[in-house]
């Protein structure tokens, strides 16, 4: 967060590039120290766009369809704009913190200043609730031209904080459905001026198909997606060109041992899985158990444990 500081410590390593993996928080930083030593970085405008949720909604109008939304700064400035059910979140951070969806007025004041609390600028937006199946999509961009790398099926606690317990790719969306994801993915990123690296960007898809786009982060997804899942399903070395890009270097995605992937997260929600946790898997990467206590989720920062499979076909745990 300390911009300054962090040129100034830059400029007396001399650093070749600068990026971020999993985490919005950098993203304003990346793009200032990259702009001032001559990096390849976006813009510090579209750092802005793709870290402010009320500036992202506000670029993506009439682009790429959103929810209705609106911002407030406190309890008192709620108004009776939207029918419920709808989402409460701060403008300004991922991983599930701050989130909460009311189905009705009651701890309306309560979800506006958790919101609050959890953002860094103090602010929270208000927008209605779309219903139905969550997607991430992973995507590199080089010159402003974006490439699509894996479509992932994210399965989460649902109401109120949706705290995601599992991700698998690819995702198993007819090809009708996953076209119109990666063209409003496409019309997304350019929207938010997205140029170098990564992005992460979700979406909602309704029963009778229309896509929504939640938010889009310029960095690679977190809970293992793009440090493990992308690779382990397409061959493509997702963190190595990510780091390429940085670097001012760029080479054309290449797509290798398609297979299927994913991660499942222990949590009081998923006590089901503890089996698996306690012996070998034939289709298991990697797992831990990193916290014995077994919490309900709030945030992603409540989670206990994971597992990460690699298979031929989809692993559907009980």
Same mark, same amino acid.
């Given at each position: 967060?300390?911009?300054?500081?962090?040129?100034?410590?830059?400029?007396?390593?001399?650093?070749?590039?600068?990026?971020?993996?999993?985490?919005?928080?950098?993203?304003?930083?990346?793009?200032?120290?990259?702009?001032?030593?001559?990096?390849?970085?976006?813009?510090?405008?579209?750092?802005?766009?793709?870290?402010?949720?009320?500036?992202?909604?506000?670029?993506?109008?009439?682009?790429?369809?959103?929810?209705?939304?609106?911002?407030?700064?406190?309890?008192?400035?709620?108004?009776?704009?939207?029918?419920?059910?709808?989402?409460?979140?701060?403008?300004?951070?991922?991983?599930?913190?701050?989130?909460?969806?009311?189905?009705?007025?009651?701890?309306?004041?309560?979800?506006?200043?958790?919101?609050?609390?959890?953002?860094?600028?103090?602010?929270?937006?208000?927008?209605?609730?779309?219903?139905?199946?969550?997607?991430?999509?992973?995507?590199?961009?080089?010159?402003?031209?974006?490439? !699509?790398? @894996?479509? /992932?099926? %994210?399965?989460?606690?649902?109401?109120?904080?949706?705290?995601?317990? =599992? #991700?698998? $790719?690819?995702?198993?969306?007819?090809?009708?459905?996953?076209?119109? !994801?990666? @063209?409003? /993915?496409? %019309?997304?990123?350019?929207?938010?001026?997205?140029?170098?690296?990564? =992005? #992460?960007? $979700?979406?909602?898809?309704?029963?009778?198909?229309?896509?929504?786009? !939640?938010?889009?982060?310029?960095?690679?997804?977190?809970?293992?997606?793009?440090?493990?899942?992308?690779?382990?399903?397409?061959?493509?070395?997702?963190?190595?060109?990510?780091?390429?890009?940085?670097?001012?270097?760029?080479?054309?995605?290449?797509?290798?041992?398609?297979?299927?992937?994913?991660?499942?997260?222990?949590?009081?929600?998923?006590?089901?899985?503890?089996?698996?946790?306690?012996?070998?898997?034939?289709?298991?990467?990697?797992?831990?158990?990193?916290?014995?206590?077994?919490?309900?989720?709030?945030?992603?920062?409540?989670?206990?444990?994971?597992?990460?499979?690699?298979?031929?076909?989809?692993?559907?745990?009980?």
């Amino acid at each position: 967060m300390e911009k300054e500081q962090i040129l100034e410590q830059c400029l007396e390593i001399g650093i070749d590039g600068i990026c971020t993996i999993a985490s919005d928080m950098p993203v304003p930083t990346i793009s200032f120290v990259g702009e001032k030593m001559g990096l390849c970085v976006n813009s510090q405008k579209s750092a802005w766009l793709s870290t402010d949720k009320e500036a992202m909604r506000q670029a993506f109008d009439g682009k790429v369809q959103i929810p209705k939304f609106y911002k407030v700064q406190a309890p008192s400035d709620y108004r009776d704009a939207l029918d419920f059910p709808i989402i409460v979140k701060p403008t300004d951070r991922s991983g599930s913190r701050g989130v909460t969806k009311l189905t009705n007025d009651e701890g309306l004041d309560q979800a506006i200043a958790y919101a609050i609390s959890e953002s860094f600028s103090k602010q929270a937006i208000i927008e209605e609730f779309i219903s139905g199946r969550e997607v991430s999509v992973e995507s590199v961009s080089w010159q402003g031209k974006h490439r !699509i790398l @894996a479509i /992932t099926d %994210k399965i989460t606690t649902g109401a109120p904080h949706f705290v995601e317990l =599992a #991700h698998h $790719e690819p995702s198993s969306f007819p090809s009708s459905i996953l076209e119109k !994801i990666e @063209a409003e /993915t496409l %019309k997304a990123l350019d929207a938010l001026e997205i140029a170098y690296g990564a =992005a #992460h960007s $979700e979406f909602k898809i309704t029963e009778n198909g229309k896509v929504y786009a !939640i938010e889009v982060g310029a960095r690679m997804g977190g809970d293992f997606i793009g440090s493990h899942l992308v690779q382990l399903s397409t061959g493509y070395d997702y963190v190595k060109g990510v780091v390429e890009i940085a670097l001012g270097e760029f080479h054309e995605p290449q797509f290798r041992d398609r297979a299927y992937s994913g991660v499942y997260f222990l949590s009081e929600e998923t006590r089901n899985l503890i089996p698996y946790f306690e012996r070998p898997n034939a289709f298991e990467v990697e797992k831990a158990v990193q916290n014995q206590e077994l919490k309900n989720l709030k945030s992603s920062n409540d989670r206990s444990g994971y597992l990460i499979y690699q298979a031929a076909e989809r692993i559907e745990l009980p």
